[in-house]
């Protein structure tokens, strides 16, 4: 696959799944055998796990991305994140805080043919807990 075609893969992920809430489309995204590099507790292995990951997130933090960058090179592709979501739902275990906050991010996937196979990613989580109030900000 192309460079061009990697990148409109992983932007209709974001556009389609996250910020659509079209879960139905990971099936034709996702490889069956997905590897996520950093599961959230009780999620799942392969592509039934990211449906997990992806219902925590929207139920959770109901997000919206907006991709600041989205470089390709032979089968990755990295993707620059501005995250602005509200916690209206029990995310990770803690309990809906009804905040919101704006916090970056940068995933990695490895893909494997027309499909997203592998996951790695950073996230300022601490900037996100603090917006919460979960976490003193200085």
């Known amino acids: ?3 061009e075609t990697n990148k ?3 932007r ?10 079209n879960m139905e489309v990971i099936d034709e995204l996702v490889a069956a055998d997905y590897q996520e590099h950093d599961p959230f507790p009780g999620q799942r292995e392969g ?3 990211l449906k997990d990951r992806m219902t925590m997130l929207i139920e959770g933090l109901a ?7 989205l470089i390709a090179e032979g089968d990755r592709v990295v993707i620059r994140w501005t995250n602005s979501a509200t916690h209206s739902g029990t995310f990770l275990g803690i309990p809906p805080t009804g905040r919101s906050c704006r916090f970056a991010g940068i995933d ?6 027309d499909r997203l196979a592998e996951h790695w990613h950073v996230v300022d ?4 807990l603090q ?5 003193p900000s200085s």
């Open 8 to 10: 409109a893969l992983v």
């Open 108 to 113: 990695i996937f490895r893909m494997d043919g």
């Open 125 to 128: 989580q601490l900037s996100m």
């Open 12 to 21: 209709r992920f974001f556009e389609e799944v996250l910020n659509g809430r």
């Open 131 to 135: 917006q919460l109030e979960l976490l």
């Open 1 to 3: 696959m192309s460079a």
């Open 63 to 69: 997000p919206t991305f907006t991709i600041d960058d």
């Open 47 to 49: 592509r039934e796990g």
